[in-house]
């Protein structure tokens, strides 16, 4: 090997495994301060094991060493990787992390279960790979999740109760109107919506939905809103329906003004399906 080649290898190896020791140490500094944790609690163990492979590698470049010695090496390097491999393993049957990234790559979907309790937590993330906990699920889990980005800042999450009962949570992480405050999205959507073999109508009374010539209708205590971006529609203690704003959907702030843009009706179910786009058609 080029000795030149041979020193700038090793020099990039071990500032890269300095680095991550440092990435460590001060995210073990911001877990117990603000409990800070990973998107995926796996990472943890795979930076450990990815840092002692660096530091390895970059320390065989720069010494020359006996066999003996190279083999004590590699020896220490096992034993680190295989304790942060049987903890992965660990923390992988007591955990079940759910991430997902948003088709524009630009926010991450975060959520981890735990296994024993079926406790899920909701996490907003921070530059992709840092997340706090926001809230938990009202329903313990069955462990079966389905990921579905209705928008490029809306993620559905449908999942299973422990008593087989099918529920959403919605992440959001947008907003359609100034940013400067809060809104309702069932007023902002009120009129009659249509799209291919659907129909949604909102008033004064609730939110009606039509599909395939079945009709469901909520009143606003039926109504569950996620952020400022959707609404989870409930019947019976199950979630029906998700209705979310579409990105190019502008909240008026004058109501007599008719909506802008386009909303998406997404159904309450574990089978594979499609949010349905839904255009305005009038007042009701």
Not at 143 to 161: E, L, P
Not at 193 to 213: D, K, L, M, P
Request: with cysteine.
């Amino acid at each position: 090997m080029n000795e030149h080649f041979k020193k700038f290898s090793g020099w990039a190896l071990l500032l890269l495994a300095l680095g991550l020791f440092l990435w460590q140490g001060g995210f073990l500094y911001l877990h117990a301060k603000f409990q800070v944790e990973y998107s995926d609690g796996r990472l943890f163990y795979m930076i450990n094991i990815f840092s002692i492979i660096c530091l390895g590698l970059a320390l065989l470049l720069f010494v020359t060493a006996t066999r003996k010695w190279r083999v004590a090496g590699g020896l220490i390097m096992a034993i680190v990787i295989l304790t942060n491999g049987l903890l992965l393993v660990a923390d992988a049957r007591k955990t079940n992390n759910i991430v997902s990234l948003s088709p524009n790559l630009k926010h991450v979907l975060s959520m981890k279960e735990d296994k024993k309790t079926g406790e899920t937590t909701y996490y907003r993330t921070y530059y992709y790979l840092l997340a706090r906990p926001k809230e938990s699920f009202p329903y313990p889990t069955a462990g079966d999740f389905k990921v579905k980005w209705i928008a490029n800042d809306v993620a559905a999450v449908t999942y299973k109760a422990a008593d087989q009962t099918i529920h959403q949570y919605i992440g959001t992480h947008g907003d359609r109107g100034s940013g400067g405050s809060y809104y309702y999205v069932g007023p902002s959507i009120q009129g009659r919506w249509s799209g291919e073999n659907a129909e949604v109508i909102s008033n004064q009374e609730g939110i009606t939905v039509r599909q395939n010539g079945e009709m469901d209708t909520f009143n606003w205590d039926q109504v569950v809103q996620f952020g400022t971006l959707a609404v989870v529609l409930v019947n019976n203690g199950e979630a029906a329906w998700t209705i979310s704003l579409n990105e190019n959907f502008v909240v008026q702030s004058d109501s007599s003004v008719p909506p802008i843009g386009d909303i998406s009706l997404y159904k309450a179910t574990m089978e594979k399906n499609e949010p349905v786009k839904l255009t305005y058609k009038g007042s009701e």
